[in-house]
Structures are given as structure tokens and as C-alpha cells.
């Protein structure tokens, strides 16, 4: 088993990574819990709910299910409000546990409701997708989706454990798991050239689950993300170098309406637009943008961007609220390794967008 450490101000724990791990939950369940509300959806449940059930029951303590409809339209505040429904019929109290068991959104939402339920109740994550054992569940950001914004509404929660089971991977579609490994490779460009280069190696072996390329990349990414947001947990500075190649994806996103593509698809893409706008503005060598390029597609994500209009493109861009004083900031490379965040000149944002637009 691998374990890293996450120090915050808001909390202090541990992220377990192990195949198997959902059959050990009763090791994280702390003694005096009461209830364990396991939070998760149709989908997840029908894989893994029963033996996740029968791991959190070898506590003896009173396990209760809740489900949630699966999907990002899902993840709003009506839905968030059918936790709080189940909990207080069924007198949970302030030592009431919630185990978030699933991907991104059921861990953004059942860590949204901790937060709030009396108050604050503690929350264990057992993320089910490689986006959410990657990213989502370690840091603490958890929310809900309003009509007007995604994530609009929520709080900075640390859980009190992150549980992966690598196994579970195996039941991923395969374009999650691509979309997952481009936030994988995204640790490696922005903080770590010796694990991007580690990547390149191992590209295939992580597409087809490879349990010990997966432990390996999994506990990376998972160092990397603990080693910023201990720094900087609320992102008011270096928490900002993780939406690398964010403010692209995020135009993609919203212009071919949400859904299209996967999140971590538009961030594989726009991680490869903004290498080139690294190689045009930061100083990055081509040879290293086309190296983001070519791992990129090897973990298979797209890394032909659509065709929006550039005008579209900026306006969408904007959306994003990276700009300060109407001038687009980016998050680009120095070097393979190394992130800075920076305004960039239109001209160039557009000479980038003409390298990398289908
Ligand atoms: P998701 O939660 O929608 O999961 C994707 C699909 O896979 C769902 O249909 C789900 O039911 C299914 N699934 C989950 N585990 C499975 C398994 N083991 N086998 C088969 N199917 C499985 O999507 P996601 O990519 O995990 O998460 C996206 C969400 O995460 C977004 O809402 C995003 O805003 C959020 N997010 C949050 C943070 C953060 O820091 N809190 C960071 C990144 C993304
Ligand atoms: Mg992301």
C-alpha cells in the first residue's frame, strides 16, 4: 500500500492507495463515529455499494445508503439537499460520518454536505474514477453546480482520509480514463520534468490499467497535488498553477456546450495549446511542446482543439475570469517542469490558437 501525507490549515490526513482498498473502509472510520452515510449513484452502486457496505459494517456501527441520480446535471443544490433529506429522517447527529463513494461529482457534493450538515460532520473520500483519485478528492475544494456557474456554491472541506482502490479502475469507460491521465501528465508538466518523462515511458501501460504504473502515477499525482494545495489551500497564489492548460479547456467546454467533451479531454487539449503558447510567450522550447503534444495523444485525448472563431475563442477565454484588467492570464511553462502564472499578448494567444485549432 502507498500513503501520502496532506498537511492543510483546514486539516490534516492521510490518501491510502492500495487494490483492494474498499474492502478495508472499517480502517478509516474513526471510533467514535455513530452513523456512516454512504453517498453515491446508480451507476457506482451497482459495482461496488454492497461490498463497501459490508466493509464499513465489520465496525458495528449503523450504515445507511443514499443515492444520488448519476450525472453532472445532478450535481446542484436540489440534489445536494436529498443527503440532507436522508440524514435528518433518519436522525443522524454530528458524529454521523459520510463515506463519498464515486467520482468528481459525488465527491464534490457529499464533501459539500459534511460541510454544512450541523454545522460540519466528517467525510471519508473513496473516489472511483482516476480523475477524482487524482484530483478531486484531495485538496478540499467541494461544491455545486448553479444554473449561472459551475461550482458557484460551496466550501474548502478537508476530508478526514482519501481511500483508493485501484481495482476499481477497472470497470472505467475507457475515454474516463484517458480523460483521468490528462490530469495525470499535467503534475509532471507543471511541477515534475522527471515524471512527465516517467509518463512518456509508461503511457501504454496506464491505458491498459497496469496495476503498478497506475499505483505509481496515482500516488505521484497525489504528492504533487498534496505538496501545492498544502501550500496554498484556498488558492490565493501557487494553487492557481494547476489549471494549466485550464482557461483553453474551459473555452472548449462552454463552446461546445458541456458534455461534449469530457473535462479531462479539453484539458489535454488545451494543455497542448498552452504549451504552444508557452514555446510563443514563456520561453518554452518547441521541442517540449511537441512532447506534451505526442503524450497527449498517447494517453489518448484529442489534441486538435475545435473551431470556435477566434473571436469566440477570446470571449470564451474571458468567461474563464482569469483576466486582469482585460489582458488574458495563463498559467504556461518556463520549462518542462516549471509553471508561471502570466498575462499574455493577444497576438500571440492568437498565433497559438492558429497552431492548434483543427
Ligand atoms: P463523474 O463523477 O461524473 O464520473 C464519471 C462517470 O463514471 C459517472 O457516470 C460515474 O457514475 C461513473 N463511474 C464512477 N466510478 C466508476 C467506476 N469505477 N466504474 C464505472 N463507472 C464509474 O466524473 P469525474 O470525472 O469523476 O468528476 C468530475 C467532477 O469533478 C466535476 O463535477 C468537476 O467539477 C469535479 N472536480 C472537482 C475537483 C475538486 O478539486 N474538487 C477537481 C476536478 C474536478
Ligand atoms: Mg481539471
Known sequence: MK??????????YSIQIAPGRLDRLAEAVPADATTLVLVTNPTVAALYAERAERALSATGKRVLRIELPDGEQYKDWQTLNLIFDGMLAQHCDRKAVIVALGGGVIGDIAGFAAAVYMRGIRFIQVPTTLLSQVDSSVGGKTAVNHPIGKNM????????????DTDVLNTLP????????????????ILDAEFFAWCEAHAQDLRALDPQALAHAIARSCELKAFVVSQDERETGLRAILNFGHTFAHAIEAGLGFGAWLHGEAVGCGMVQAAELSALAAGLVQADAERIRALTLAIGCPVYAPDLGTERWFDLMQGDKKTEAGQLRFILLPKLGEAVRTPADAALVRQALDRTVA
Open 3 to 12: 500513503q501520502v501525507r496532506v498537511e492543510t490549515p483546514g486539516g490534516n
Open 153 to 164: 456554491l460551496g466550501a474548502f472541506y478537508q476530508p478526514i482520509s482519501v481511500e483508493i
Open 174 to 189: 475507457a475515454r474516463e480514463v484517458s480523460a483521468g491521465l490528462a490530469e495525470v501528465i499535467k503534475y509532471g508538466a
